[in-house]
């Protein structure tokens, strides 16, 4: 044991205070309080920390020491030092940082004897015990009222979780919790969510407070600026008003506000009434009605004249009639019948039934146009907001208090749409309250049984969403969810204490480790990827006990571990940096070799060694900056594409001019001269000398078929001389059987010159290769899906060839090899079946897209159900191309989300009818077909972008795949005209089959 090692050396008695440091740290880390011989070492520490003549080796034992009545005798030492190092080290014992063997009782007991206010908050400080420290803080709030400043340390800078939130509560003042958010922002996240909610809980009751008060002093302006104007018909509608008003502010106005609105309210009616009677006269003189009956039946007429949509000039001629009537009423005489005296006590409260009414709602014009603007800014989510608007919205809008017969004014409408908007609003809110609801309970139900499996980080995680969803949820869905949620707190705070727990331990672990990483002998690389390792592992293991002292050290030593890798990285920098010199020179070389190459002066061979070598140097000098290699690599791909096409530009003129000679030889065949067919056969083979390579996969093919059309006519050289000899010499006269042998030769002349039956295997054979090359001129697309096919009628055909086929069996088989050639060669251009099912979702993307687009030009529109549509967007999923993918998504969400309207569509169709022609015409480039008149110039300048553009960057693309991209391209392209589509894709279509 290393504790028996210790005391056979007798460090802790050597005489040089130092090796006496060292024991002492030995003899604390090498045991454990389980170990045999803890006591001991304990006995050992604390007669050196009582005994020993050194002051630093008496303070070092006293870290170590973990009985509390040793450590209460060390109090009481003459030494001031030993003393507070005593006291200290009594502190952590009793707040459980120091694991001892105390219970929690008999550390709350401890906690209990202590009297000064300090010795407690370093008891807070280090506490490593929640019991002990909600006690502890329990005991300084209550007995000894600490101030709330002192709360905010205990909340900034104790080690305990627990006893900084509840400390936390006990902050109310506004200065200090902004002080308390800045200090654990970083530290406590319970801690900063409450200093935050609480803070804005103060800030919107400040809000409210000074929103009211504002209220009160404006509605006692307004009625006193009422009071100094003319008074109108408007007046007494707005009066009515601000007296509603100031009955929601009388309760905070003060008594100055008071007195002000009481002299305003009295003065403003004062007037009013004045401006009544005054309006009475008046109108009675203007209208000049010479009975009561006159003014009944003229009031009347002006009530039936009001149309549609009512404006205050209509009102002001009602208010007239009224004024008049009531005037004509006041002088009534004993002589005027009943009836009539009725229908005007009738018609007066008609009209100041309709006059109340306009003006009621026109002196709320201001707060219901502020209202309308809420309105249209809320979302569906917004729950709170919803309900307040609602809420204001019939407090100034009551549709009952319109009459009947009463046209509607311009406002009243507003209003009416107004109330339409919240209704929509409402329905939309409770459909995502139900979807709230939903997944609320399922999160709780994941929640329970991460719980029961002790996952406290996704536990944690889904509590915080189930607290973000009672935030948006209504007031009954918001009481039930926290009737499910709240029992699991409990738990999950005990979780998140037993994770606290582990994390602490593995903190330590992790310190071990990085302090071995100092010692270590690694590579300077490899040192700082396991230091970054550590790092990233410190992490993800979140909040622990002590966390700000262990923290602390664990830095320290990666800063002391990172140390010798400075220099590594430094030389490390100073490499990239010359490896990107380097690569610079190879791209300028390469930038000022192209421009020499012409199509007399190229080699293939050297063009091959310099691209080897390139390749092999741009290699060797790796890495270099990662900020710089983007932009280099591409300096680099783009002269080095341009070389490529060059080259390739080279070796398939070659080709052409093989593939010309070749059939220049064939057609030597047909020559009756042989000489003179030798004679040109010799000078092609002088001609195929002077050309350079072609294509590697064609070039072997090509010198076959050339030699195999030379040797052809060559051996008609062996055939020829003896034809040649008994056609020439010259039939002897007298000689038996001359004419015999020249009828002889006339008729096998007559017989070759007759058809020989054929044979039937050859015509199958034939049907096949038929059916064969009908396969190869079937599209790209259909091409992808005929192997099976293709195998098939190649077993047939090779079936029907048989031995005594002869002749024809050759030029079979050379029939059947070159619609091989060609079937392989268009198959390898045809897309696989991932790129088709990749433009199949492109396609059905692009029509749904069409289609939203396609409503939105009819009038509808695709934002009223946006979450629907995302739903039906989602269903369609994710395209394997990123590019494709990223367009189409932009595309759909300019539409559901960006309040697309029929005029910007329009005018982005025509931006997107230039982008679809350039994708024709570069698919027309490709197949090498030509484009409509209309579109020459726009060709020409297609074909110039491609030139600057990396040589059209073809790369090893065939056509086919090329116009199948540009196919993909174009429907991704939108909004656009259905016709302008529709010809566009005629046109990628015709390229398509070309190639």
Avoid at 110 to 125: D, P, R
Wanted: net charge negative; charged share 30%; with cysteine.
């Amino acid at each position: 044991m290393i504790f028996q090692k210790f005391l056979q050396n007798n460090k802790w008695q050597h005489k040089d205070p130092s090796v006496r440091l060292e024991a002492i740290a030995e003899i604390s880390h090498g045991t454990e309080p389980s170990d045999e011989d803890a006591l001991a070492a304990a006995k050992i520490l604390i007669e050196l920390a009582r005994t020993d003549s050194d002051t630093a080796v008496r303070i070092a034992s006293i870290a170590h020491l973990s009985a509390p009545e040793v450590l209460q005798e060390l109090s009481a030492d003459a030494n001031e030092e030993v003393q507070h190092a005593a006291k200290v080290q009594y502190c952590r014992i009793v707040s459980g940082a120091v694991r001892s063997a105390l219970s929690t009782t008999e550390r709350i007991a401890l906690m209990l004897e202590m009297t000064e206010v300090q010795t407690l908050l370093a008891v807070l400080h280090d506490c490593g015990c929640d019991e002990t420290g909600l006690a502890t803080l329990n005991r300084l709030t209550e007995e000894h009222a600490v101030e709330e400043e002192t709360l905010l340390s205990i909340a900034a800078h104790s080690n305990n979780h627990t006893v900084r939130n509840a400390a936390a509560l006990s902050v109310t003042t506004p200065e200090l919790l902004e002080k308390l958010s800045t200090l654990v922002r970083h530290k406590d996240k319970t801690v900063y969510k409450y200093c935050k909610e609480t803070l804005q809980q103060l800030q919107d009751a400040q809000a409210r407070q000074a929103a009211d008060q504002n209220l009160a002093n404006e509605i006692c302006s307004t009625l006193e600026t009422l009071a100094e104007k003319i008074i109108g018909g408007l007046t007494q509608a707005q009066f009515d008003y601000r007296v509603s008003q100031w009955q929601e502010v009388s309760e905070i106005a003060d008594e100055s506000q008071q007195l002000r609105f009481a002299a305003a309210c009295a003065n403003l009616r004062a007037k009013i009434a004045e401006h009544q009677e005054e309006q009475q006269q008046l109108a009675l003189q203007q209208q000049s009605f010479e009975s009561l009956a006159a003014a009944c039946a003229s009031a009347s007429a002006c009530l039936a004249a009001l149309q549609a949509p009512l404006t205050e000039e209509q009102i002001a001629a009602v208010q007239q009639q009224v004024h008049a009537l009531a005037a004509l009423y006041a002088q009534r005489s004993n002589a005027e019948p009943a009836e009539l005296l009725s229908q005007a006590r009738e018609l007066m409260t008609l009209d100041e039934k309709c006059i109340t009414a306009f003006h009621s709602l026109e002196a709320k014009a201001g707060d219901l146009v502020t209202l309308k603007g809420e309105l249209t800014a809320l979302t569906a989510k917004n729950t709170a907001g919803i309900a307040k608007a609602v809420q204001r919205l019939h407090k100034l809008f009551a549709k009952d208090a319109w009459p009947e017969s009463l046209p509607h004014s311009a406002l009243y409408e507003s209003c009416v749409e107004m109330t339409q908007q919240a209704q929509h609003l409402s329905e939309k809110n409770r459909g995502y309250q139900e979807k709230l609801h939903k997944d609320s309970l399922a999160n709780i139900a994941a929640l329970e049984q991460h719980v029961e499996q002790g996952q406290v980080n996704d536990a944690q995680r889904l509590w915080d969403k189930v607290q973000g969803a009672i935030k948006n949820a209504d007031d009954d869905l918001k009481k039930e969810l926290q009737d499910r949620v709240s029992p699991f707190k409990a738990r999950i705070k005990e979780l998140t204490d037993w994770k606290n727990f582990a994390a602490t331990e593995k903190k330590k672990e992790l310190i071990v480790a990085m302090q071995a990483l100092i010692d270590g002998q690694l590579h300077a690389a490899d040192k700082a990827k396991r230091i970054k390792t550590l790092q990233d592992e410190w992490k993800k293991l979140g909040h622990s006990l002590h966390n700000d002292s262990l923290w602390n050290e664990f830095n320290d030593l990666a800063h002391k571990a990172f140390e010798p890798c400075k220099e590594y990285f430094k030389e490390r920098k100073g490499k990239l940096h010359s490896n990107l010199e380097e690569r610079n020179n190879i791209c300028a070389q390469l930038e000022e070799l192209l421009p020499t190459l012409t199509a007399e002066n190229i080699n293939i061979a050297n063009l091959n060694k310099i691209e080897t070598k390139v390749l092999e140097d741009w290699k060797l000098f790796a890495p270099v900056e990662q900020a710089k290699i983007k932009k280099l690599q591409k300096r680099f791909n783009t002269v080095l594409t341009a070389l490529r096409l060059f080259k390739r530009k080279s070796l398939q003129s070659n080709a052409t001019r093989k593939l010309e000679l070749i059939a220049q030889a064939e057609q030597l065949d047909t020559v009756e001269n042989v000489q003179e067919a030798m004679t040109e056969a010799k000078k092609l083979q002088a001609l195929w000398k002077g050309i350079g390579p072609s294509p590697y996969k064609d070039d072997r093919n090509h010198w076959n078929a050339f030699r195999a059309a030379c040797d052809k006519i060559f051996n008609k050289r062996s055939a020829e001389p003896a034809a040649d000899k008994s056609s020439t010499r010259p039939a002897r006269s007298g000689t038996p059987g001359a004419p015999a042998n020249g009828a002889s030769a006339n008729a096998g002349s007559a017989a070759g010159r007759a058809r020989p039956p054929l044979n039937p295997a050859v015509a199958a054979a034939r049907d096949q290769l038929k059916k064969i090359s009908d396969l190869v001129g079937q599209s790209s697309e259909e091409l992808a899906q005929s192997r099976r096919l293709f195998t098939e009628l190649k077993d047939a055909f090779f079936n029907m060839l048989t031995p005594d086929m002869k002749h024809e069996k050759k030029a079979l088989l050379e029939q059947f090899e070159k619609l091989s050639m060609t079937y392989d060669t268009k198959l390898r251009a045809a897309p696989d079946k991932k790129s088709l099912q990749l433009i199949g979702q492109v396609r059905t993307k692009a029509e749904f897209c069409e289609k939203l687009e396609a409503d939105v030009l009819a009038g509808k529109n695709a934002a009223d159900d946006v979450d629907a549509l995302d739903e039906q967007w989602g269903t369609l999923g994710r395209l394997a191309d990123i590019m494709q993918e990223q367009t189409l998504e932009q595309r759909f969400h300019s539409i559901a989300h960006g309040g697309a309207d029929a005029r910007l569509l329009k005018k982005q169709s025509k931006d997107n009818e230039d982008k679809a022609r350039e994708l024709c015409i570069a698919a027309e480039i490709h197949a090498g077909i030509d484009s409509p008149d209309a579109d020459k110039p726009l060709r020409l300048q297609v074909q110039l972008k491609q030139l600057k553009s990396s040589f059209g960057r073809g790369g090893s693309k065939s056509g086919a795949q090329l116009v199948a991209e540009l196919e993909m391209q174009l429907l991704c392209v939108g909004p656009m005209d259905s016709a302008t589509r529709k010809n566009c894709e005629k046109r990628i279509t015709k390229a398509k089959e070309k190639l």
